[in-house]
């Protein structure tokens, strides 16, 4: 890494803790103390609030943003907070559920979410989670070329399926999520374009898609 490049980054991150540290000062807490005193005497300590109104308003701005891009769909990272009270109000506002692991999927399926609202992205997984996907009809986002033989080996091969792409240094990360480049997660582009044909073959697809690894998770079809 050079040195400007790192220079770069350190500039980086420290205009987003700046940023951050002022939203922060600025925050407050939407209860005055007379209603967290009734809350408490009605539910016992410690609990988590959680803000549907805001939730919600978040939900449909986020949807709003993208309501340029036909057919765009956000998939909620359950590993973010698996709740499934506030899964439930996500998918009532459309939102997907992208889902890691047995557990998560577990919770999306309790949720009333399945088929292609889930999004299941793993870099390392059991079989039987790619079984479980399956199962669930979700969207299999493939994280490494090496999951299609062990994908093909414990399960039917889908008609619809989705590359993890990274794409290293040809794209700047943040301090949230990191740099690509320095991240294990996803395909590089040589292994993208040698994972998409493998499947035209395997499987007859017309489509396949790219889930990115940048800081929003945005899919392109190729």
């Known amino acids: 890494m050079s040195t400007a490049k790192g220079k770069k980054r350190d500039l980086s991150r420290l205009s987003f803790i700046k940023a951050r540290e002022k939203y922060m000062s600025n925050k407050r807490i939407p209860f005055t103390k007379s209603e967290l005193d009734k809350i408490i005497e009605k539910y016992p300590t410690p609990f988590h609030i959680y803000d549907e109104a805001a939730i919600r308003k978040n939900a449909r701005k986020m949807k709003d943003a993208f309501s340029w891009m036909p057919g765009f769909k956000n998939y909620y990272a359950v590993k973010a907070c698996p709740n499934p009270s506030i899964m439930k109000i996500l998918k009532e506002e459309g939102f997907g559920a992208d889902c890691s692991s047995l ?107 790219i889930q990115w690894l940048l800081p929003m998770n945005l899919i392109l079809t190729i």
Do not use: W
Request: one cysteine or more; charged letters at 30%.
């Open 103 to 209: 557990p998560e999927l577990i919770l999306a399926e309790k949720a009333g979410i399945t088929g292609e609202d889930i999004m299941f992205t793993s870099n390392d997984t059991p079989s039987e989670e790619f079984k479980e996907a399956k199962r669930l009809n979700a969207i299999i986002n493939l994280d490494d070329i090496l999951h299609i033989e062990t994908l093909e080996k414990n399960s039917k091969l889908p008609e619809l399926i989705c590359f993890r792409f990274n794409p290293g240094s040809a794209r700047a990360g943040n301090v949230i999520i990191g740099h690509p480049e320095e991240a294990k997660y996803g395909l590089t582009k040589d292994q993208i374009l040698e994972a998409y044909p493998i499947m035209k073959k395997k499987v007859s697809i017309d489509s396949a898609f």
